[in-house]
């Protein structure tokens, strides 16, 4: 198994711009989410998915969308980059009914100018 | 919603040494309490995770107990390696909101 994958590893934007963070996993796991973290701050949750076709809003969702059409992927969309989303943003994925992440993908870095 | 705080954010014991990394947390609800750990440019690893009716796990040399009535739980590592330094995360949760993380403990291990 590959586990959780995540692409691009590094990324810059232009305030404004738009992009999608993508996020894999080959375990079946039905739950998924999208962390950001910030120097000091530990891990946020942004949004997450406990299913196929079902998402939801985590603790700082304002400014990014997700979808989950398949049980696989769960990619991440920054509508109109800002400044203050530049982070390292990780997905993460669970099963066996627990709502947290238990394998985490390594990273994307994003910068925002 | 859930809040936790987590104690020391710095930590540095000789090798071969224990060391321990508290959390408190907020909401009674909470049933869940992971661990994490985060080496440099990596995403974090959860290590060990406790659920709330259990009172101690162990994993050879690393430990969590969990105080329900006081709201804390802590991880205890034993016989302290230099590869297990590293930045070690507490969260708590299991509900439909998920976990809240603790801001991150930066364990340095001194040879």
């Known amino acids: 198994n590959a586990g959780v994958t995540q692409t691009p590893k590094f990324q810059v934007l232009k305030t404004g711009q738009s992009m999608t963070l993508q996020c894999a996993q080959d375990m079946n796991h039905e739950y998924m989410s999208w962390y950001r973290q910030d120097p000091g701050m530990g891990l946020r949750l942004i949004h997450y998915s406990v299913g196929a076709g079902i998402t939801d809003q985590g603790e700082v969702p304002n400014g990014y969308n997700v979808s989950r059409s398949t049980t696989e992927d769960f990619p991440l969309r920054l509508l109109s980059a800002a400044p203050s989303q530049t982070s390292v943003y990780f997905c993460?994925?669970?099963?066996?009914?627990?709502?947290?992440?238990?394998?985490f993908g390594p990273g994307t870095r994003l910068t925002v100018t | 919603g859930e809040n936790v705080e987590q104690h020391p954010s710095t930590l540095s014991v000789q090798e071969g040494d224990s060391a321990v990394i508290k959390c408190t947390y907020s909401d009674s609800a909470s049933n869940y309490f992971p661990w994490y750990k985060q080496e440099l440019g990596k995403g974090p690893q959860l290590i060990i995770d406790i659920r709330s009716n259990v009172g101690e796990k162990k994993d050879q040399r690393i430990a969590v107990t969990l105080n329900k009535t006081a709201k804390h739980f802590s991880l205890h590592i034993t016989e302290t390696q230099p590869e297990d330094s590293a930045v070690y995360f507490c969260a708590c949760g299991g509900g439909a909101d998920g976990l809240t993380f603790g801001k991150g403990t930066h364990l340095i291990i001194q040879p």
């Open positions: 993460a994925s669970s099963s066996g009914g627990v709502r947290g992440p238990k394998y």
